[in-house]
Every structure is written in structure tokens, then in C-alpha cells.
């Protein structure tokens, strides 16, 4: 048996990492090959490219990078239309796989997107396409499954991985052990993406915030994880550019544990405030884009909110800052109300435990269950 799989960016490389595992249980001598990284190559997959060539976000920046997309992406249909999977797994990066799930499914081949593309928050008409490229959608979030089933396309909601990997109990004397951190002074993670693009364009923002806080909490320590090996040089220039070296932790990896050390956190848009949530970090979540790409999403967002615990939970639990809102003079002063007052962080931790419970139901059990059946069924 060969599956193909690709996933975008390293939030689908850990979700992909679970599934195959999980199908490899049931089906110990599959073979897996596509874009991945490291835990979905360390799982078994065959990765054709490195998953940084996919990692681009926004819609003017992917512009720029689109002949080279658009030149994977047909090297990756020439070879599966001529010698095609027995299924294909497109995880998350639906602008990339959507189009080459259709194109695969032509061969008679099932199709499935693992995490649905965010239509339900704004390119509703991407419905048509959807329906058309995959046989079947993996819903990590409950409202999307719901979203779905009212729109006739199949999908499950499957859970997230992360919420059956991080501890519903937060361990932060065990975190800051492993971080080298003293339990008191105050700590503030510092997330401030995965891609290059973020990180240039975020990172001296979250940075700035730190500044402010640091008027006064000299003590604060800010713990700074880079999502992969290639940005920490990065981040580490950053640092010393603001001149914040002696307050400052870089790792590489260890979102998890940055935000369980901390008091509270500063994050990205995305998985990061997912991770917060699961976490138990109080957390303000600010992001800017291109400006060009602001104007274009604002036209079609129809969503209140963009952090996913609010999303979930239907009212703004995290603050959120964007654009033009998103200004050191804005971000400190919320983040300092979630350092110096315990009782406001504490309840925001207890409303993020319930949300977590939400998402905890094995997901790369149940995804590989839709999966299996696929594949049974066509062999049927």
C-alpha cells in the first residue's frame, strides 16, 4: 500500500506525524511519501521536498514564491497521475492541495483534507472546489464538522492531536526546570510564528512589547521558541538588534514548555493560540500582514474573532490586536494586566481547561478510522 501525503508548514507536519503512525498500526507495510518534516519524516514519510518550500503565508507573499509552487506542485501531479497512491492526504495547505487532490482523484483514486480550509470564517465559495477534490474532510474543530454536514460534503471531526498530547494539569516548576528559568521571576513566552515571514515582520513588534514590560519588571524574562532550526539564527539577531540578550531564552523547539514556564504569553495568529490555549497560558495574540493582503481579507472575513479559543468559545477570551491595532503602546498594557493579576489569568486558564477537554478525543486514532475506510471501501 503507498499513501501520499503533503502538509504545508510544521503545525500540519506534527498533525501528519500522528495520522501516519496511527495508519501504519493498522497497516504496518504502507509506504508514505510527499512533503513533510521532521515528524512526519521520523514517522515513515518519503519527503520529496523540504516542508520549508511550502511554508509561505499571505496572499501578496505568496505571489512572489508562486512559479516555484505552482512548479512542486506539477512535479508532484506528473508523478502521482503516472503512478498513482492508493490515496492522497493533503494536510492543511489547501491552496496547494486542493488542486492536486482533484486532479488525483481523476485517477479514481480517494482524496482526503486532514484540517479544513477556513471556509467557514471567509472564501465560502470554496465549497465548489472542495466538494469536487476530496472524498472526505478531517475536521479538528467541532463547528466545522457541523459547518459541513450542512453543506452535504463529508466530514468528520476528528479531535486535535495536541489536545491528547498536552497535559490538561500545567507543570510550570517542571518547565522552568527544564528551561533553566528561576521559579520567580516573571516569564513571558514569546511566540511570534513559524515562518520567515513572521518572523521578520512580528518578531521586533513582540520584542518592542518586552521593552515596555521591562520598564517595569526589570526582572521579566522573555523565553523565545523557534518553530525550526533555520529561524533561530534569525531570532537570535533579532535579539541582540533590540539589545535584549541578557533578558532573553531562545530555543529551538519547545513552544509547549515556553508556554507552560511562562506567566503569560504574547503569540502569533494560528496554531500558536491554539497552543496557549491547551497549554493554560494567558496569552494576548497580535499579528500584522501585508497591507495589500489586510485589504484583500477584510473584503471576505466574516468572522468576530481570529484567535481559536475565542473562536470556540464565542467571546474574546484572548485579546486580540490586528494591523494597524497591533502597536507596542497597545499590546503592553493587556499583557500586563494578565502578569499582575492572578485571579483574571486564573479564570482565563480555567475557561481555556474546558475548551481543551473539547478537543481531546484521539484524533490520530480517528482520523486514521476515516482513512482505513476509505481505503477499504476501494478495495471492496
Not at 508514505?32 to 519524516?41: A, K, L, N
Request: proline share 7%; net charge positive; aromatic share 6%.
Amino acid at each position: 500500500m503507498r499513501i501520499a501525503m503533503v502538509a504545508g508548514e510544521p503545525s500540519g507536519d506534527y498533525l501528519g506525524g500522528g495520522l501516519i503512525r496511527a495508519l501504519k498500526a493498522r497497516y504496518p507495510d504502507a509506504r508514505f511519501e510527499g512533503i513533510g518534516g521532521r515528524h512526519m519524516t521520523t514517522a515513515g514519510l518519503q519527503s520529496l521536498y523540504p516542508l520549508e518550500s511550502l511554508s509561505v503565508m499571505g496572499l501578496v507573499e505568496v505571489i512572489r514564491h508562486l512559479p516555484r509552487l505552482l512548479g512542486i506542485r506539477r512535479v508532484l501531479r506528473q508523478r502521482w497521475r503516472a503512478d498513482p497512491p492508493d490515496l492522497f492526504i493533503g494536510v492543511d495547505a489547501p491552496d496547494f492541495n486542493l488542486e492536486l487532490a482533484r486532479r488525483l482523484r481523476e485517477t479514481g483514486r480517494p482524496t482526503v483534507q486532514y484540517v479544513s480550509p477556513t471556509v467557514w470564517a471567509w472564501r465560502e465559495g470554496r465549497l465548489k472546489g472542495i466538494r469536487q477534490a476530496v472524498d472526505h474532510v478531517l475536521c479538528i474543530y467541532p463547528f466545522e464538522a457541523e459547518f459541513y454536514a450542512e453543506r452535504g460534503i463529508a466530514a468528520s471531526f476528528v479531535g486535535h492531536p495536541l489536545a491528547d498530547q498536552i497535559p490538561l494539569t500545567r507543570d510550570v516548576a517542571g518547565a522552568r526546570a527544564a528551561l533553566a528559568i528561576p521559579e520567580k521571576p516573571l516569564c513571558l513566552a514569546v511566540l511570534p510564528g513559524s515562518r520567515r515571514s513572521e518572523i521578520d515582520r512580528l518578531l521586533p513588534l513582540f520584542l518592542a512589547v518586552g521593552q515596555r514590560l521591562l520598564a517595569s519588571h526589570p526582572g521579566l524574562h522573555l523565553v523565545i521558541p523557534a518553530a525550526t532550526p533555520a529561524l533561530s539564527p534569525l531570532i537570535e539577531q533579532a535579539v541582540a538588534q533590540a539589545g535584549l540578550e541578557a533578558h532573553c531564552t531562545t530555543i529551538e523547539g519547545g513552544a509547549q514548555t515556553a508556554l507552560a514556564a511562562a506567566d503569560a504569553a504574547v503569540v502569533a495568529s494560528g496554531t500558536a493560540t491554539l497552543e496557549a490555549m491547551l497549554v493554560g497560558c494567558p496569552a494576548v495574540m497580535a499579528y500584522q500582514v501585508n497591507r495589500l493582503t489586510a485589504v484583500l481579507a477584510r473584503r471576505s472575513v466574516r468572522i468576530p474573532y481570529f484567535a481559536m479559543p475565542n473562536l470556540m468559545a464565542g467571546e474574546m477570551l484572548m485579546p486580540e490586536f490586528i494591523q494597524e491595532q497591533a502597536t507596542p503602546a497597545a499590546i503592553a498594557p493587556a499583557v500586563e494586566r494578565l502578569l499582575t493579576d492572578p485571579q483574571r489569568a486564573g479564570a482565563l486558564a480555567e475557561r481555556f481547561n474546558t475548551l481543551h477537554q473539547r478537543l481531546r478525543c484521539g484524533a490520530g486514532e480517528q482520523a486514521a478510522e476515516v482513512v482505513a475506510t476509505l481505503l477499504e471501501g476501494r478495495r471492496g
